[in-house]
């Protein structure tokens, strides 16, 4: 339950921040994803594929999402069909994340928008250095 109100609350902070990515890179899979953090020195792993039955709300449908470890922490990737399912996603966010966080302490979370990709859960340090070594936007949410 605590992750649900975790991944409610992150992706309710990604709406307000925002909805496209400056990025120039489109990952079809979670493999080619990782592959491309590999390539940029950033090694994630232990990837685990998230059952379509374990996913999220909106995640559900996504072509993939699943978990990784890089530098001690778990990365949510999120593969979306496009961009408009990704902005769904952060949509459902939007009416439920900040207000549900905030009631289990969580005032701030950070992601990495790809635009049809997505990596969540991590710490802003995190985010900053995969936005500076890989591709994406580093958004950083206050609620």
């Avoid at 990604?14 to 890179?25: A, E, T």
């Avoid at 990737?77 to 459902?92: S, V």
């Avoid at 990709?117 to 580093?138: C, P």
Wanted: net charge negative; proline share 1%; hydrophobic share 35%.
């Amino acid at each position: 339950m605590k992750r649900l109100i975790f991944v409610l609350f992150f992706t309710g902070a990604l709406v307000s921040c925002g909805g496209s990515s400056s990025s120039s890179v489109t990952y079809k899979t979670a493999a080619e994803l990782i592959a491309g953090l590999k390539d940029a020195g950033l090694t994630c792993t232990g990837y685990t594929p998230t059952p379509k039955e374990d996913r999220e709300l909106i995640q559900e449908d996504a072509r993939e999402a699943g978990e990784c470890e890089l530098d001690g922490e778990s990365l949510d990737i999120t593969i979306w069909k496009d961009a408009g399912q990704r902005r769904q996603w952060e949509g459902l966010g939007k009416t439920m994340g900040c207000s549900m966080g905030e009631a289990f302490g969580i005032t701030e979370f950070d992601y990495l928008n790809g635009g049809t990709w997505t990596i969540s859960g991590m710490s802003q340090t995190l985010t900053e250095e995969l936005a500076s070594k890989f591709d994406g936007d580093a958004i950083h949410v206050d609620c």
